[in-house]
Nanobody
């Protein structure tokens, strides 16, 4: 019912920038929905990064606020993550998540994209 496609990943040198996009499509998208960015580095657990709700609410992990910016466009059902001053520790697969509700619920339905790889290396 919902398809999520992440894009914008790639290879970048330390200190560089990337902008990730997640585009949602399908009949399962609600008028109100929540989208989130997550990442998983090799050998580590999945980490929550940011949330965009279609009402306009934005949230970003505190430790990233000096380098990253979350945004979204509910007319396009698309969420973005601007990443600046990238570090090797940012290397990970970045995933998009969507729930057709105003938040993520343990008992609710959600969808995941396939991910986009970000590699920060000199």
């Amino acid at each position: 019912q919902v398809q999520l496609v992440e894009s914008g990943g790639g290879l970048v040198q330390p200190g560089g920038s990337l902008r990730l996009s997640c585009a949602a499509s399908g009949t399962g998208i609600s008028n109100v929905y929540t989208m989130g960015w997550y990442r998983q580095a090799p050998g580590k657990q999945r980490e929550w990064l940011a949330t965009f709700i279609s009402t306009g609410l934005l949230n970003l992990k505190d430790s990233l606020k000096d380098r990253f910016t979350i945004s979204g466009d509910n007319t396009k059902n698309t969420m973005y993550l601007q990443m600046n001053r990238l570090k090797p520790d940012d290397t990970a697969i970045y995933y998009c998540r969507l729930s057709p509700s105003r938040d993520f619920r343990a008992e609710g339905v959600d969808y995941w994209g396939k991910g986009t790889l970000v590699t920060v290396s000199s």
